[in-house]
């Protein structure tokens, strides 16, 4: 050692410090926890869709208590359709009277079929921030909301949880800065054409590939999905790419940031672009086994980074 020279020292010390940095900001979200979360969402004993709503509740049940593990301040809104009651669950952190941050992911599926991508993974998310937010100060209150009824034939209704929520919102005129969905981030491939998009010359721009997450804005998307997208490529894990456009293109409204644009609050989807790259989607064949869940947690390092940065410095 010292026969070592110095330029060998310094970059054995630099490789040191980059191991052990990246060991300790590596352990902040945890894949054997995201994968317990999946399993509980998945298996049950029918497919989580509306007709099934033993199903649902089962799943509903999970999540509030696990909610319930990371914060006391667990509700759930209730609403009726076709004289069923279906369920919004929500978890709370920060000043109760702060202006909102809301990030959801809807937990039903559409048909029968396992939904591990969709979107058991934005779920499983939720889940995960809401234990990873369990330890934090924060200057505004942020709401993880497990919605209901994303999926067909309610969708594009008024039946849709996240169209309840948001309008429940506006109708209370609650502040909120803004609100993030989590729509499949779990599926990635590294072989090249494993993506596709809704304008073939994309690909020129975007790449091959699918092997990043993407953030999807319309024009004109606002303050807070401006400003939170900044935090998220300063926070980035792993390859994010920004999609902005017109909300009439294929896909851009695809999840419940639909009903939040419907009330006017600023807000955007992050996904690995569903049916664009995941050939499972809305098929059996979406099991936990075709996840990513090494990537699935990059990407949620990196939302929970950027939330917290976010928090520190608007």
Avoid at 23 to 38: E, G, K
Avoid at 80 to 103: A, L, M, T
Avoid at 258 to 274: K, V
Wanted: charged share 20%.
């Amino acid at each position: 050692m010292n026969n070592m020279r110095p330029s060998s020292a310094f970059f054995l010390l630099f490789c040191l410090l980059l191991f052990f940095s990246q060991a300790s900001f590596a352990s902040q979200v945890d894949t054997l926890r995201l994968r317990s979360y999946l399993l509980k969402i998945t298996e049950t004993p029918q497919a989580r869709q509306y007709q099934h709503l033993a199903s649902l509740n089962q799943v509903a049940d999970y999540l509030r208590s696990e909610f319930l593990k990371n914060s006391s301040r667990v509700t759930e809104q209730v609403y009726r359709v076709n004289n069923q009651e279906y369920r919004n669950i929500i978890c709370s952190f920060g000043p109760e009277d702060k202006p909102r941050i809301i990030i959801g992911a809807h937990y039903d599926v559409c048909q029968d079929q396992p939904g591990a991508d969709d979107n058991a993974s934005g779920v499983a998310g939720l889940l995960e921030l809401s234990h990873l937010l369990a330890q934090e100060e924060l200057n505004y209150r942020v709401d993880l909301v497990a919605f209901t009824l994303e999926e067909p034939p309610f969708f594009r209704t008024e039946h849709m949880g996240s169209f309840v929520h948001a309008q429940f919102l506006k109708k209370q005129q609650i502040p909120v800065l803004g609100m993030i969905s989590l729509e499949m981030i779990g599926y990635f491939s590294d072989q090249k054409h494993s993506q596709q998009y809704p304008l073939k010359p994309l690909k020129l721009v975007y790449g091959s590939k699918g092997n990043f997450i993407t953030v999807v804005q319309k024009w004109q998307a606002g303050t807070f999905a401006r400003q939170f997208y900044r935090h998220v490529k300063q926070q980035a894990l792993l390859p994010v790419k920004k999609f902005k456009g017109p909300a009439k293109i294929p896909g851009m409204d695809f999840s419940d940031h639909l009903n939040y644009w419907r009330m006017g609050y600023s807000a955007f989807m992050i996904t690995d672009t569903s049916f664009y790259r995941n050939p499972h989607y809305h098929l059996p064949t979406d099991t936990l086994e075709t996840l990513n869940l090494t990537k699935m947690g990059l990407v949620l390092e990196t939302v929970y980074q950027a939330l917290i940065h976010f928090n520190s410095n608007g």
